[in-house]
Each structure stands twice: as C-alpha cells, then as structure tokens.
C-alpha cells in the first residue's frame, strides 16, 4: 500500500499542463475493467474439468464488463496508461506545457524546438515536436510562395526561383538531430521491451501451470506470491502488447484463486485485502470530483487505475461488479467533467474562429482596394502586417474548419501580395521610362552647359530644369547618380554665367572670398579662458566682418553662418542676449561712423525708432491683456504665457532703446567735429 501511495503522490505532483492541452490526452484512449479476449478464453476451455465452472464464471463476469469495453471513458484511460507502461519517462509529456505554436514566429518555432530537444526526453515530446513542425512547415510555405510571387513580379522566371532561408536551415537542423536521438532511442528500446515481453509471457506459463501441480497448498500459494512480485518487476513491454498480455494474466490469477477454493482460508485473506485496497482507490477516485484542478484529477485518475490494474489482485466473486461499477462510475463522472471542460473550449474556439473571419474580412477589404501610390501601399503594408499578428494571436479555432480557416487567410493575404507586387512592377516599368527621359535632358544640359551664347542657352537651360521637375521618379540605384550629374552640368552653366554678369561687381565676390576666410578663422577660434581677452578678440572678428562691405546677394546666407557662431562664442562667454546684440550693434554704429554718411545715418535712426514704437505698442496690448484676469489667476497658464511675452517686449524695448542711444552719440560726435571744422575755418579766414 506504502508504493501505492508513492505512485498517488507522484501523480498529484506531476501535472502542470495547461486545461487547454487536454484535449490530446483523451485522444489517448484506453480499455477498462479486465475482459478475457478469445484467445484466451480457448486456453481456458482447454484446461481440466474442475475448471470449467470458473471459466464459465469468468465469462459472465468479463461479458458484462464487455459493455463498458466500449465506452470512452474507460478507453481514455487504458490507453494513456498503455503508453506510460512502455517507458516511465515518456509520463514527462504531460508534465510538458504545449505552447500556443500557433502565433509564434518561424524564429520562436525553431528556438522552442531546440529546447525541447536539448532539455527533455526525446520519448516525452512527440507531440510536441509534431505540432511544431506543423505549424513551421504551414508559415514557411506561406513565406515561400510569397517570395515566389515577389521574384516573378520582378520578371523573374518560376522555375529559376531559389530561396535560402536561415530559419529553414536551423529547423531542420535541429529537427534531424531530434529524429536521429529518436530513432536511437527507440531501437534501443524495443530489444528491452520484447525481451520484457517474454518474461512476461513465461510468467503467464508459469502460472497456468501452478494449479497442475500437485504439491502442498501453501507451497504453491507461496510460489504464486513470488510470480506476482517477478511480474511486477519485469519491466515495460510493447503498448501494443499491454492490455492483452494485462488481460491473460489477470485471468489465469482469477483462474488461481478459484484454484484456491481447496484453502479458502488463503484465499478469501487475499481477497479481503484486495477489497479493501480497491475500496481505498474507489473513495480516492469519487474525491477527484472535489479537486479543481482537472489535469491533476485526470492524472491522478489514470494512476488508481494503474495500481488497480498492475498491483492489486481480484476480489471475491460476489464483490466484482459492485466494487467495479462504482471504480467506472467516478471514472464516468471525470469523463463528463472533461467532456463538459472541452464543450467549454469549443465555445472558445468558435469565438476565435469569429475573430479571425474577420480579420480574414478586413485583409481581404485591403485587398480589395489596393492603393495606387507607394505611400499608400506602405500604409498598407503595415495595417496587413498588423492584421497578420492579430490572426496568429487569436487563439485555436475548431479542428474541423481550421485548415479551411488557414487556407482563407493565406489565399486572402497571397491576393493583396499579388496586387501589390503588381503596383510596383508597374512603377518599376514606369521608372525605367523616367529614367530614360532624365538621361536624354542630362545629355542635352551636358552639350549645352560650356556654351557662350547666353541669350540662347539660358532659356533653353531654365526649360530643361523645368522638364526635369515635371518627370516622376527613376530607380532607386540610378536616382542619385543622375541627379548629380544633371545638377553639376547646370550649376556649372550658371556659375559662369554669373562669372559673367558679375564682373563688374568683382568687388563683391572679393569680400565675399574675404568674408569666407574670416568665417573659416572664426571656425577655428578657441576661447582663451580670459573673458575680457576673449570678447575682445570676437569684437575684433565682428570689426573685421564688418569692413569687408556687400557681397553678392546669392552669397548673404554667409551673414547668417558667421551670426550663429559668434552668438555661441558670446553665449560662452557669460554676454547676454541683449549685450551681445548691443556689442553686433556697436560695430555697425562704428561703419556709418566711418562713412560719414548723414543720410544712412539718418536712415538707421528712422527705422530704430519704429521699432520702439512697435515694441511700446505690443506692451501696451499685453498690459491691457493682463487687466481682463483677477489678482488671484496668476497660476493661470495664459497669464503666464502674456506675462512671458511682456517681459521680453520689455526687455527687446530696452535694446532699441540703447542701440538710439549709440545713434545719438554718433550723432552728436559728427556735429560736434562739423562745428569745430566750421570754427577752424572761421579762424583762418
């Protein structure tokens, strides 16, 4: 009873799949209660006289059983356990969580294959390795043709088409490692088996010829104790072998223990003690109607039904039926439980299968209304995609409908490939047309861009760059090329054509080389660490810049250049925003110092001062603003924001006000030195 229990505890620790991986294990069906197949009961007829009574006994007992033989409740558990008999590693499959292989990529597929492989016996994942190859070979072929379909449209030919795929390689690496450990395995295995087989069988012989000999009862009971114990420990044989050779054995003890009607004594101990260790596994098997857990229940279940098979004996005659039809019936009743748990799947499934019609639904719409443009498609591409992922993570759908569901999805996904394969071999052809026109206008725009005859050729090469424009695009690989080569020709016939407008603005592009020289140095400057060092030496390049006067107006974005890192040098250096255009402004101050010109700096002060005016009129709208909000709203984010803008109006106020200042000081200057000039020429007149 101690082993007994041992086995219990190993089934009640052992079950850790998932509800929804039970489905497999009823396909595992098994037989029930012993029956005597006829070639067993031929032996028995054969046997002696005194034999007969329990012969015809064993009949009616194993006829009604017959009738339960074939109901699936019993046919679940006989067979699984069947399997199990065959090897005990291979009870590890049930331990093994069956993954959803079904919305995994090809990737994960070849990943979890090479951990079962590498981690589990190879005799324990059979299944899982069958389902997983499924679901490879299905989403790799897809992969495949979809890689056909994009070759031909490319103008490829069918017949020519070869794929390397790495995940293809990996899985079948991997998948042949797990046939050849599978294949070992099992020739290993199968000498062992027949050869338990055998014993088996010998025993059997054995103990058909314990009741021809005549010897002491108790004698021969003893030996009967020893042929139980080597029968127990003979090892796994064949399941196909299982139940029959189970069947002939349990039979020919039945046979022995009439046999035993000469000592009753002996026997009705055996038999009581059998009762009562069946009665132990009955109440055991009506309490899993109270586990929760089904995986576990039905695991434990198959295990009572092991020891009641392989290690508890007959009962007396009078307590068979009773004693067996209510093992069947809690065995009936987790049967029902199972049955209702897989009802409740298929409403699942069916819910699945809903969500992924119309997913199927919503592909074939894009499908069926492709777009006519490469962003467009994209787009599509991407919501295709999507929909994809959606489908594989949708679940299980019925088994009946679902390589019809796959087929749809497949042929409904091939059918936006194909139009959109379609779309871009058009373009393609397209494209190359582009590119033909492009090529022709660069030939003309090369013949044209040293001629000299710019009254002709300047129109002509204007039309070519508008023609150019109006063509759509070409092949990626060419696109760049050509475009530099169209794009030197015409800057080349422009540059010397304002190389020749230009010339009498020689000046000009002399400071513009200058200006760029100066831009190049103020590149390489490096801040010293002493500030007033440092703001001098900007001060210097700000003098400098100013000096070199116009430049050609297609140059002026240098001006913008030379701004932005003079600002980052001063932003450095700790000046602030407003000094820093105070200290830009005091150089320009210095220039219309030079120049004297009254009329410039008359010019300058003018557009100073609508700027402040601009500047006082935008302080008092913000100021009007703030009076519309109470004193208390100042954590109000628009009170803030016109807050913001008040104080930097306030703050651009105040450097226009002081770049008036540097015009009236100039202002006063030339005044003053007009006046001493005129009192100078007073006194020498």
Not at 382 to 389: A, F, N, P, T, Y
Request: hydrophobic letters at 30%.
């Amino acid at each position: 009873m101690q082993e007994n229990d041992h086995k219990l505890q190993q089934a009640e620790g052992g079950t850790e799949e998932k509800p929804e991986n039970t489905k497999g294990q009823v396909e595992e069906a098994t037989p029930a209660e012993p029956k005597v197949s006829e070639e067993t009961v031929s032996d028995t007829e054969e046997s002696q006289e005194p034999k007969k009574e329990t012969v015809s006994e064993s009949k009616n007992s194993e006829n009604d059983s017959e009738k339960n033989d074939s109901e699936e409740h019993l046919d679940e558990i006989d067979e699984s356990n069947a399997e199990d008999a065959e090897d005990a590693e291979n009870e590890k499959r049930h331990t093994i969580p069956m993954l959803d292989y079904h919305s995994m990529t090809m990737e994960n597929l070849v990943g979890e294959l090479q951990r079962l492989v590498k981690n589990e016996k190879v005799q324990a994942i059979n299944k899982h390795v069958s389902a997983i190859k499924y679901e490879f070979d299905q989403k790799f072929q897809e992969f495949l043709d979809e890689k056909k379909e994009e070759f031909v449209s490319k103008g490829g030919n069918e017949i020519d088409f070869r794929y390397n795929s790495v995940a293809k390689r990996q899985f079948n690496e991997v998948y042949s490692d797990f046939r050849e450990k599978r294949d070992q395995y099992y020739k290993q295995l199968d000498q062992s088996l027949k050869s338990n087989l055998q014993k088996r069988l010998d025993i059997i012989e054995e103990l058909k010829g314990l009741i021809d000999i005549e010897e002491d009862i108790n004698t021969t009971y003893n030996n009967f104790k020893d042929l139980q114990n080597r029968w127990r420990n003979a090892g796994p044989i064949p399941r196909t072998n299982y139940n029959d050779v189970w069947r002939t054995y349990h039979h020919h003890m039945e046979i022995f223990y009439d046999f035993l009607h000469l000592n009753r004594e002996l026997r009705d101990l055996d038999f009581k003690h059998n009762l009562e260790e069946k009665q132990k596994l009955v109440e055991r098997a009506e309490a899993l109607a109270e586990e929760p857990d089904l995986n576990k229940a039905f695991r434990e279940l198959q295990t009572l039904h092991k020891i009641w098979k392989e290690d508890i004996g007959p009962v007396a005659k009078e307590h068979r039926e009773e004693i067996w039809e209510k093992f069947s019936t809690a065995t009936k009743a987790m049967h029902q439980r199972r049955q209702e748990h897989f009802q409740e799947l298929e409403k699942v499934y069916e819910k699945n299968l809903e969500k992924k019609q119309g997913i199927i639904a919503n592909i074939a719409k894009i499908a069926e209304n492709v777009a006519d443009n490469h962003r467009g498609i994209q787009q599509q591409i991407k919501e295709v995609e999507s929909l994809r992922d959606s489908f594989f993570k949708a679940g299980k759908v019925p088994q009946k409908v679902n390589e019809e569901t796959w087929s749809q999805f497949k042929e409904t996904v091939r059918k936006f490939n194909r139009t959109k394969n379609a779309f871009y071999k058009n373009q393609k052809k397209e494209q190359q047309q582009n590119l033909e026109k492009k090529k022709e206008l660069l030939e003309l725009a090369i013949s044209l861009k040293d001629s000299d005859d710019w009254n002709e050729v300047t129109p002509q090469m204007k039309r070519i760059q508008r023609d150019w424009k109006k063509i759509g695009h070409v092949p990626r690989k060419y696109s760049d090329k050509i475009w530099k080569e169209f794009k030197d020709a015409c800057n080349h016939y422009f540059d010397r054509l304002h190389a020749e407008k230009n010339e009498a603005h020689q000046e000009e592009f002399e400071n513009f080389k200058k200006k760029s020289e100066c831009l190049d140095r103020l590149k390489e400057f490096q801040l010293s660490g002493d500030k007033t060092k440092d703001i001098e030496a900007v001060k210097a390049f700000l003098a400098e810049w100013k000096k070199y006067g116009r430049i050609p107006y297609n140059k002026k974005h240098i001006n913008s250049k030379f701004n932005k890192i003079v600002d980052a040098l001063l932003k450095k250096l700790g000046v602030g925003k407003q000094q820093s255009e105070l200290l830009k402004y005091g150089n320009k101050v210095q220039e219309l110092a030079k120049t004297e010109d009254n009329y410039a700096i008359g010019n300058e002060r003018v557009f100073v001062k609508r700027k402040i005016d601009e500047v006082k009129s935008e302080i008092r709208q913000l100021e009007n603003n703030l009076q519309f909000f109470s004193d208390d709203s100042e954590d109000n984010p628009l009170v803030k924001e016109v807050v913001n803008k008040l104080d930097k109006q306030k703050e651009a106020l105040q450097t226009w006000k002081e770049k008036m200042k540097k015009l009236n000081i100039l202002e006063h200057k030339l005044n003053k030195g007009n006046e001493e000039e005129e009192n100078d020429s007073n006194e020498e007149e």
